[in-house]
């Protein structure tokens, strides 16, 4: 999240379990002419459509979901990744198709723009792939390799297309960048020292070097312990360090949103 949660004026038939199919539906749920106001910080929407109530409450839900996964890890961060990006999918193929008039105060608030929403379906997926591998969510190398790709390319998406500050979704992105590269090497390394792999050492020394400077670009205190047992190692039979093919190395094979 680059930008503080949206808020709402009270409604007290905000409270029921049905509010939002109620509004797609069109039941008469509230009076007729009934005005929904949301903001986020100083910049307040208000409308009287049904669909501005229905995207921005879930929007709201959206958020705090995306918000604690930020906040949490491992399992509980993937759980509350995957809420978040099921609520965003919902309205991208459910609800924003329908609604085909929007005001230009609506306009006023970016999150609610079909880019924006999108990229933040694309955060709340990057976030449930980061979520891979740490903690109590336990994966194998294959997976966490794929985990981390994943997430840098989605991460680098949410980038471009969220309004705001870009900066952190990019710093993101490289560091899984890294941790992939940073993966490649403990593979190339372990091939060497069981003899599959000749160049095993050289190819593990220039996937760490890669990684060691992508995290020390995003913030990161790097690998520098890595890069420093990778060079004794190639030692014993000097081989110049060569990054293997880059498309190949990180590879984004995003998979269906888990039902």
């Known amino acids: 999240m680059n930008r503080p949660s949206l808020t709402c004026v009270p409604l007290a038939a905000r409270d029921t379990a049905t509010w939002r199919e109620s509004l797609v539906a069109r039941a008469a749920v509230v009076d007729a002419g009934q005005t929904f106001a949301w903001q986020r910080g100083d910049i307040q929407a208000r409308s009287s459509s049904y669909l501005f109530e229905v995207v921005m409450h879930a929007l709201q839900e959206a958020q705090q979901n995306l918000h604690r996964a930020t906040t949490a890890a491992g399992k509980s961060a993937y759980r509350y990744a995957v809420k978040a990006a099921r609520t965003y999918r919902w309205l991208l193929q459910d609800v924003l198709p329908k609604w085909t008039f929007r005001t230009a105060d609506i306009h ?62 990019v710093n993101k992105s490289q560091r899984k960048v890294a941790d992939a ?23 593990a020394l220039a996937c760490y070097k890669e990684a060691h400077a992508r995290y020390k670009d995003a913030g990161h205190r790097g690998c520098e312990e890595q890069v420093s047992y990778a060079n004794d190692r190639n030692q014993v039979h000097w081989i110049k360090p060569c990054l293997p093919s880059f498309a190949g190395l990180v590879r984004p094979r995003v998979t269906a949103l888990p039902l």
């Open 181 to 203: 590269l940073y993966l490649h090497g403990q593979q190339h390394l372990q091939e060497w020292e069981t003899g599959d792999r000749d160049d095993g050492a050289g190819s």
């Open 108 to 169: 006023r608030l970016p999150d609610t723009s079909d880019a924006d929403i999108y990229g933040h379906y694309c955060l709340a997926r990057a976030v449930a792939y980061d979520a891979i591998g740490q903690a109590d969510l336990s994966a194998s190398p294959a997976a966490r390799l794929a985990a981390a790709s994943n997430a840098a390319h989605l991460y680098m998406v949410a980038a471009q297309l969220i309004d705001g500050d870009s900066n952190p979704l």
